[in-house]
């Protein structure tokens, strides 16, 4: 029987030293990758992980609870300090603390330590003393944490059955009497609602929970400041995956808090998608049709060749150039024009002369323009002539010939620029802080409001909000992890938008097979 | 010999069709690429549902004046003309000359099979679907009327909706003749159709060609001097972009009037 060979790999290999170079910047490249994106996962999503408590007792007989962040050696002397986060903003004015490492005595985990996510402050670390219910009711000892947890479920339940009747009852209602079509009926249960809401609102359940640091300094919290209560120390594996899970939805789910230290990003998730989807639907249309008109339409001369090398080098002015256009031309330019034709009701505040995310996709639009002309005539320019030929001699006119034949060919080229220019907008934050990005814009410019998109509106990007947060919140080592988390989200974020891409180029490349045949 | 009774004057080395069995007349053509001529001063009648054969070395300008007979150089700014082409009497560069129905009535195959890269049933109803909408029952049958008449039929029925692109080199160059034929054509223009062929697909696209005959002008380029024998009527020996000898096949083949024709048909060239 006849074996099938193939050529030996030995032989591939032994080519010589050029080929060990190639593979090797090719490997350094993808290590540099995988380190890049390894530091950012391992770094944002390990934030989430209900991390344990360390309970650290010194030599002088201070005590003190948190997470050791990092070490460092001692500034002037041998020996060591370590820093631990801390939490206790509103106690002790800072959320970290260096230790001499020589100076630890001892340090333990014990299980009662909790933690405390709240509205302000920072997150408290100690232990829980007591509830105390409205009633004056004191819970204290073993059965203190359920009674919280308890609590602190029942006030979720409070806070999102009084968000529905905001939303479905109130919302509605209000947007029927601002246009002047609410009856009187409509009316009385609007009223009805909000006494309903306020009625809710009071009834929060107002427990105070007694708290002691572990350095024996009392606090009395009121629940409704806190958002999550953990004991991580006490927690199984299992149950920190299901914290941890909790923890990286809300991220995902929720808008910022405390300056965009903390909290969620969805509404920059939000902007930052929308932003770059305005963007292509702008820029395809444009570019294809510039791309068609330079490479099919026009007269082959001096006069193309020199658009084309304009083109090509539009490509490479600065971001911050277009950011510069952009708010001169759409923003003051054309934005101050609609404001004063169809919007002067509102003046002197802007509404399209300020800016917004039309205005910002448009100018990454424009950003992006050239990589899309660039990239849709290098598919024009790789169709034979002999395809045009074949339609053209069927009796195809020239625009026939364009939209069945020549652009359905072009099309993995037109997507191919699409996904670079993604690639560039989504990345882009220079320019939007000229045209429309916003520190916090906690509405997303989506709604049930007619007209449902508001192209006016300011948005959040992610990219602004990692630069945000790290150079105008106030506590940058605090906002780090999520910072990190903020870096990979985007990252992920242009991942899937471009794997849209590529997956919808390879679905139309695979129908008839490709051009390379 | 019919060939005697539709000749009406054979004066020198040419032929000559009444204008009522013409379907092309071709008279004092020249055609240049910028300011290099390709054709010059060419006259000749295509005689209807005959096939005639156009040889001559490479370079000659045999593509150029095919591709004039269905306007295809009109995209070409830099080309220009002067003399007159008539299918069936009339002046396919007159101004009420729509050049895409006058593509649809003078067909063209060109030398590498250009199939579309859709389906081998969108292809064959590419250029019908241009014509406007039809039922979908009556597609269906010219596009297997199409296939069948160009003997692909058999070969590809199974699989009509798999890409025109997965054929062979033969079976593509059969497609792009049904393809031509689905959009019912008068004249069909055959630039060296069997040039990148095997023996066997060359017969096939042979036999087609004699098969199309009856309802159809041929008018074939190649560079084969056995296969203009085989299949065609008539032949026209062309060389520097001038018409040298235009005559029966027959008689080209075995008689060639010009010492010139004789020794580029028998390998001797100058
Ligand atoms: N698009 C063009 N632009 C400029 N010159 C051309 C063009 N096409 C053809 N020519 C020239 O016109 C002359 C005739 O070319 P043509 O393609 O008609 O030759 P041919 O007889 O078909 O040759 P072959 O048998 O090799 O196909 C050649 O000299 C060629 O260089
Ligand atoms: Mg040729």
């Known amino acids: 029987m006849m074996t099938w060979r193939r050529p030996s790999r030995r032989a591939a290999r032994s080519e010589g030293p050029w080929a060990w170079l190639a593979a090797g910047s090719v490997a350094t490249s993808l290590a540099l990758l995988a380190l890049l994106l390894g530091l950012l996962a391992v770094r944002g999503l390990g934030h989430f992980w209900p991390a344990e408590v360390s309970l650290v007792a010194l030599d002088d007989g201070r005590q003190l609870a948190g997470w050791a962040v990092k070490e460092s050696p001692l500034p002037g002397g041998d020996g060591r300090e370590r820093l631990y986060r801390t939490g206790n903003r509103d106690l002790d004015g800072a959320i970290w603390d260096w230790v001499d490492l020589d100076e630890i005595r001892e340090v333990s985990h014990p299980s009662d330590l909790v933690v405390l996510e709240r509205r302000r402050w920072s997150e408290f670390i100690g232990r829980l003393e007591a509830v105390e219910t409205e009633s004056g009711e004191r819970i204290s000892g073993e059965s203190a944490w359920p009674a919280l947890e308890r609590r602190l479920t029942a006030l979720e339940q409070h806070r999102a059955s009084i968000e529905r009747l905001r939303h479905q009852v109130i919302r509605p209602l209000v947007l029927r009497l601002e246009a002047g079509e609410a009856s009187e009926l409509e009316r009385e249960r609007l009223s009805a609602a909000q006494e309903q809401v306020r009625e809710q609102q009071a009834a929060l359940p107002k427990d105070i929970l007694i708290l002691e640091t572990v350095d024996g300094r009392q606090l009395r919290q009121p629940l409704t400041e806190v958002t999550d209560a953990l004991q991580p120390n006490a927690m199984g594996v299992g149950e920190k995956v299901v914290a941890w899970s909790q923890g990286v939805w809300r991220f995902l789910s929720e ?19 929308l932003m770059v989807v305005l963007m292509s639907i702008f820029v395809t249309p444009f570019g294809v049709l510039a791309a068609v008109y330079l490479n099919e339409v026009a007269h082959q001369g001096r006069l193309t060749h020199w658009v084309r090398i304009g083109v090509r080098n539009l490509a490479g002015v600065p971001s911050i150039v277009y950011g510069v256009f952009g708010l001169g031309v759409f923003v003051y330019g054309i934005g101050g024009h609609l404001d004063d034709w169809f919007f002067s009701s509102s003046l002197p505040s802007p509404t399209f002369g300020t800016g917004g995310l039309l205005w910002a996709s448009l100018t990454l639009a424009l950003l992006t323009l050239p990589v899309v002309i660039v990239a849709t005539e290098e598919g024009l320019a790789r169709i034979p002539e002999s395809q045009r030929e074949g339609a053209l001699a069927l009796g195809a006119t020239r625009f026939e010939m364009l939209t069945r034949i020549v652009l359905p060919m072009a099309m993995p080229a037109m997507l191919t620029g699409v996904i670079l220019a993604v690639a560039r907008a989504a990345g882009e934050v220079a320019p939007l802080m000229l045209v429309g990005v916003a520190k916090l814009a906690p509405q997303v410019p989506v709604d049930g409001e007619f007209p449902f998109l508001h192209l006016d509106r300011k948005f959040m990007h992610l990219g602004y909000h990692i630069f945000d947060a790290a150079f105008h919140g106030g506590d940058v080592q605090a906002a780090m992890p999520l910072i990190y988390a903020t870096a990979l989200l985007l990252v992920l974020v242009i991942l899937v938008l471009n794997l849209t891409a590529i997956f919808l180029r390879h679905h139309l490349r695979s129908r008839h097979g490709t051009l390379s045949k | 010999m019919t060939v005697m009774q539709e000749t009406r004057s054979s004066p020198g080395a040419f032929i000559d069709f009444s204008p009522d069995v013409t379907s092309l007349e071709i008279r004092g053509f020249g055609l240049r690429y910028g300011d290099k001529p390709a054709l010059a001063n060419l006259s000749l009648r295509v005689p209807r549902h005959r096939v005639t054969a156009f040889i001559g070395p490479s370079g000659c300008g045999k593509s150029t004046l095919l591709r004039a007979l269905n306007r295809l150089h009109d995209l070409n700014e830099d080309v220009t003309w002067e003399g007159t082409i008539r299918l069936e009497g009339q002046d396919i560069h007159a101004p009420e000359v729509a050049v895409a129905e006058l593509r649809r009535r003078v067909g063209m195959v060109f030398q590498a099979p250009n199939p579309f890269p859709m389906s081998i049933y969108d292809n064959v109803a590419f250029g019908l679907r241009l014509q406007g909408r039809m039922p979908k029952r009556r597609v269906d049958d010219i596009v297997e009327w199409a296939l069948r008449s160009s003997a692909l039929w058999d070969e590809v029925k199974d699989r009509l909706r798999a890409s025109a692109w997965s054929l062979s080199g033969g079976q593509q160059q059969r497609l792009v003749i049904a393809r031509t034929l689905a959009v019912g054509p008068e004249v069909l223009l055959l630039d060296e159709p069997a040039s990148a062929l095997d023996p066997i697909s060359t017969l096939k696209v042979e036999e087609l060609i004699r098969n199309l005959k009856s309802s159809l002008t041929l008018v074939l380029v190649t560079h084969n001097m056995q296969q203009a024998a085989r299949v065609s009527d008539y032949t026209a020996f062309l060389q520097d972009g001038e018409l040298v000898e235009y005559a029966p096949t027959d008689t080209l083949f075995t008689n060639p009037r010009l010492a010139r024709t004789e020794n580029y048909i028998t390998g001797r060239m100058a």
Not at chain 1, 255 to 273: C, L, S
């Open chain 1, 255 to 273: 808008g910022p808090r405390a300056a965009n230290t903390a909290g969620g990003v969805w509404p920059a998730i939000f902007g930052t998608v």
